[in-house]
């Protein structure tokens, strides 16, 4: 994927598609487990999901990475 074309897919996953997922999760009793460090715990901060872009296989291909 050339590197306009994965900014563009991020850009609308973030904008798009994430806010309404999150949504219909906890519309639904959605149940999450996460593993925080104590100081984290403490501090009330909630997991996050990140979008980024990292090298693709060829010259010149990016893809789109996510972490959740």
């Known amino acids: 994927m050339k ?3 994965a900014r563009a897919l991020k850009a609308e996953i ?4 994430v806010p309404g997922a999150i949504e219909a999760i906890r519309a ?3 149940l999450s487990v996460t593993v925080l460090s104590l100081e984290k715990a403490r ?3 909630e997991p996050q999901l990140a979008l980024g872009l990292a090298a693709g296989r060829g010259a ?3 893809t789109l990475a996510v972490r959740l």
């Open 28 to 30: 639904q009793g959605g």
């Open 3 to 5: 590197i306009d074309s």
């Open 60 to 62: 010149g291909d990016v």
């Open 43 to 45: 501090t009330g901060v």
């Open 14 to 17: 973030a904008t798009r598609i």
